[in-house]
């Protein structure tokens, strides 16, 4: 493979991309699911595309596929407009819910779909045994996929997207359905491709994952996008240097009620900025708590998005 990181071209682009679907009696009525979505992800980057249930991150990615059509704004493919076909044999998909042909085995399957992308017999082959062990399936490559589990199908669709040994991979939901030890492989998998220079991009809910992969992410909401960034610049940490301090008993008279952010059973959280500390534990020693630990408050991916899905307005009419 050829992967050239410093081509000008992103590896997508989107230009005030919108669509619409038609809802209601006779389909008489159209309700926006994307509105003006701007944005490029540059090749070699690890991109999460984040958003709540309905927002619009697997149109998106149906309209990038050639799945459903915009109503009117751009998108390109590795610097290809959607309707040149050239791209199409250099990325790979993993749709949001992957189907297969289910008396097919995974190395059934997997030479079928090489098949299809024109790989010679010896590289399908290769490239099929290594996917599968690459996903975990080894003990699994000729049961028929009908006898899968969701977990399972999610693996064999995440092979079937690298088959093509694809520049840029693009995966609604990669992590759906798995449990942690296919979460992990998952990761890994991102982390491989990106050593290798090639472009992922990602819808997921699983935020801990987009802050541990993620170059950069967008936020969508109601199928606007609303911020997207590096996640540093994204989460943060608070101007004030807020800190948390955990207790355990004592008398917490000597502490301003504003400071007291949570209570369970004997242990209370705090919450103080840094010129307050030193008069806080010796407030707390003086009322006989424990100290148990103090730590900088630091704002998670999941906090910003509980904030910021939490705004209301701004969405399609
Ligand atoms: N085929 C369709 N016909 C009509 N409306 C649709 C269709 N597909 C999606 N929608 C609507 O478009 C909006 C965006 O849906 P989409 O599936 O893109 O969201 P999503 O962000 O992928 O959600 P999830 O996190 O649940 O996968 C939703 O309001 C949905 O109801
Ligand atoms: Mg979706």
Redesign the pocket.
């Known amino acids: 493979m050829n992967v050239s990181s410093s081509t000008p071209t992103p590896a997508l682009s989107f230009a005030h991309l919108s669509k619409s679907?038609?809802?209601g009696f006779l389909a008489r009525q159209r309700?926006a699911?994307l509105t003006d979505l701007t944005f490029d992800v540059a090749r070699g980057e690890v991109f999460g595309y984040l958003?709540?249930?309905?927002?619009?991150?697997?149109?998106?990615i149906k309209t990038l596929m050639g799945l459903?059509f915009a109503d009117s704004g751009e998108a390109r493919v590795l610097g290809l407009p959607l309707a040149d076909p050239a791209w199409k044999a250099r990325v790979g998909y993993l749709p949001?819910q992957p189907y297969f042909y289910d008396y097919l085995t995974p190395r059934e399957y997997l030479d079928y779909v090489g098949r299809l992308f024109g790989l010679s017999p010896s590289v399908r082959t290769e490239r099929a045994n290594a996917l599968i062990e690459e996903v975990g399936l080894q003990d699994s490559r000729d049961v028929a996929v009908r006898r899968f589990s969701k977990g399972m199908a999610q693996r064999l669709g995440l092979a079937q997207a690298l088959l093509n040994d694809p520049e840029l991979v693009v995966l609604?939901?990669p992590m759906s359905g798995l449990d942690p030890i296919g979460r992990s492989l998952v990761r890994g998998v991102i982390l491989r491709l990106k050593r290798e220079g090639r472009t992922v991009f990602f819808?997921t809910?699983i935020l801990p994952d987009a802050e541990t992969l993620c170059d950069r992410v967008a936020l969508?909401r109601e199928?606007r996008l609303v911020k997207v960034g590096r996640l540093d610049e994204i989460l943060e940490r608070d101007d004030r240097n807020l800190l948390e301090v955990l207790v355990s008993g004592g008398d917490l008279a000597g502490i301003p009620e504003a400071s007291r952010t949570g209570r369970m059973g004997e242990r209370a959280t705090l919450q103080v900025t840094e010129p307050e500390l030193l008069a806080t534990l010796e407030a707390l020693k003086r009322g006989g708590s424990r100290v148990l630990s103090v730590q900088p408050i630091r704002q998670s991916l999941e906090d910003y998005f509980m904030k910021e899905m939490g705004k209301g307005g701004g969405g399609p009419a």
């Not at 958003?51 to 998106?60: C, E, L, P, Q």
């Open positions: 679907y038609a809802v309700r699911a958003g709540a249930n309905g927002s619009g991150k697997t149109t998106t459903v949001e609604d939901e819808s809910h969508l199928g």
